[in-house]
């Protein structure tokens, strides 16, 4: 067990606390950095959260941290693992792909450099699906990830390294990237927080580019309260982003904390029928269905006026993503030629210039990449392109249209939130879809919507289904994230006073030394 001075296990311990015990004297950061790369020495090898880890440089910075104690910032000395589609600079940086192998940026990522500058420590970069596109980083070039409930199971994608990592105290909080569910859906599974934030409002500077017009980075988490503090440090204009806002954050750790005192008085919900309600159940898992009902009734319980709403474009939202994202990709994707960065096959004089570029791709992208490659440039090709892309872009208009409606921006049903379950289904195991790319695909039925309407939504814990977690999806409308917060802190304070205890104090704890888990 790694322990503080004060015999907490720090590694067990949300964000929101360490900053209190950092600012507090009462631990410093090089032994809070180094509880987490204990914990990552013993158990990542069979975990698989991290592809980079660097103890030397990660317990440098920590002493550097704890040696500024006079100027400190509100993160100063915490650590952090970034998922390693954040360029990182002088660090690797691969976005789960053999094709960058070796590169190491020469810059940082808006996000990184933020989290830098508030003095965070990077403790590793985590595993992916390759170049995020994928369910359950099944489809990274570099390991498996397992589900810290279940190692038997996927910690969901495409950021599962992050998701993985955090749940099991490898990390007290991570980034990660969400283009169609890649935060929210890991989060799901994983018993942790996510959110999306509202497209524009983080820095898209410096992630690896999968589908520039969904694209988002945001928090993973322990709490909500965590999330909003993650959030607030990496959000924000920046113009560096030609997508970036111009407006100044929401108040979002206010409101977390203004959501866990409890009063949703006249708040109205809306929940989505073409997410899992009446007719709209196949593919559902009762226990999730079951789980997200109680979480309603507990919110209508603190004063939510709830209602079903109906969004009929929702139900085309996964044949118009699956268009849309890799249309985008097999352009942003076109960048790696085999000349510019990392790998490079056939550069050995027996060959011109474009077969090392056909043998770089060739050799470098895995088939679920290629997939989306080739599914794009069809998508795009002259006489083919108002057939599917032209049509997918107008699907994504009825979309924002359904979310305008029940928002009220349009005169229509005027709900302040939407809920909706996170995914369809709790963690699937390991190798159940990876030969059946639609099954797969399912697994973003219930996230893709605010995706492409660009709206921020949030996936918290509401209870578990035969032992694994079960998500509930908060969406709001844009620039009103901290309506997500407010809504899924009110919950999750709800359900840890039923429980009398946090919801991950329900996973099974390995500690070193034991392969049982232990309180
Ligand atoms: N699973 C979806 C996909 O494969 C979403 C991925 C993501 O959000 N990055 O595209």
């Known amino acids: 067990m790694t322990t503080s001075p004060a015999g907490t296990d720090v590694t067990g311990t949300d964000a929101a606390e360490l900053v209190r015990l950092l600012a507090a004297g009462e631990v410093t950061s090089v032994e809070v950095t180094r509880a987490y790369l204990d914990r990552i020495a013993t158990e990542d090898g069979e975990l698989g959260a991290y592809l980079h880890v660097d103890p030397e440089a990660a317990l440098a910075r920590a002493e550097q941290m704890d040696g500024v104690a006079g100027e400190r910032g509100f993160l100063t000395g915490l650590p952090v693992a970034l998922k390693d589609v954040v360029v990182t600079e002088g660090v690797p940086t691969t976005s789960g792909s ?3 192998q070796g590169w190491r940026p020469p810059y940082d990522a808006t996000v990184a450099a933020r989290l830098k500058a508030a003095g965070t420590v990077l403790l590793g970069k985590t595993n992916m699906d390759e170049f995020a596109m994928g369910s359950s980083t099944e489809n990274s070039a570099y390991r498996v990830t397992r589900n810290p409930w279940d190692p038997e199971r996927i910690p969901g994608g495409s950021s599962g390294g992050s998701s993985a990592a955090v749940a099991a105290g490898l990390a007290p909080w991570a980034i ?4 169609g569910g890649s935060i929210r859906q890991p989060a799901a599974l994983t018993g942790l927080v996510g959110h999306k ?15 520039s017009s969904l694209d988002q980075a945001g928090p993973m988490a322990r709490t909500v309260l965590d999330a909003a503090l993650l959030h607030e440090a990496i959000g924000g204009y920046d113009p560096m982003d030609s997508t970036s806002i111009a407006a100044p954050l929401p108040l979002l750790s206010e409101s977390a904390r203004r959501g866990a005192r409890g009063d949703l008085a006249g708040l109205k919900v809306g929940v989505v029928r073409e997410l899992g309600g009446d007719g709209h159940a196949e593919g559902y898992e009762p226990g999730v269905l079951a789980r997200f009902g109680e979480a309603v009734a507990l919110l209508e319980g603190l004063g939510a006026e709830v209602r079903e709403v109906s969004c009929p474009a929702f139900d085309l939202a996964l044949p118009a993503y699956y268009l849309i994202a890799p249309s985008e990709a097999s352009s942003n ?4 030629d085999g000349v510019r960065f990392g790998l490079r096959v056939g550069d050995d004089g027996s060959h011109d210039l474009d077969e090392v570029m056909a043998l770089t791709r060739e050799q470098g992208f895995g088939p679920e990449v290629k997939r989306r490659i080739i599914l794009g440039t069809y998508a795009l090709s002259s006489g ?14 009825l979309i924002s249209r359904d979310f305008n409606a029940a928002f009220g921006s349009d005169g229509g049903q005027g709900v302040d939130v939407l809920l909706s379950p996170t995914t369809p289904t709790v ?18 039925l219930c996230t893709l919507p605010a995706s492409l309407a660009g709206m921020p939504a949030i996936s918290v814990p509401c209870g578990l289904s035969d032992g694994l977690p079960v998500g509930l999806q908060v969406m ?7 309506r997500c917060y407010r809504v899924a802190a009110a919950l999750e304070a709800a359900q840890d006073a039923a429980r009398g205890s946090r919801f991950l104090d329900q996973l099974p704890r390995r500690t070193a030394g034991s392969e049982e888990g232990a309180a």
């Open 384 to 397: 083919y392109y108002e057939a599917y892309y032209g049509q997918a872009q107008k699907v994504r208009t």
């Open 476 to 482: 709001a409308p844009a620039l009103a994230d901290d």
């Open 427 to 444: 963690a699937f195991p390991l190798g159940a879809r990876v030969d059946d790319p639609v099954a797969m695909y399912a697994a973003d």
């Open 333 to 336: 994707l076109a960048r790696f």
């Open 98 to 100: 053999k094709i960058l």
């Open 197 to 211: 934030p509202t497209y524009g409002s983080v820095s898209r500077y410096g992630l690896i580019a999968f589908s």
């Open 176 to 179: 990660g990237t969400d283009t």
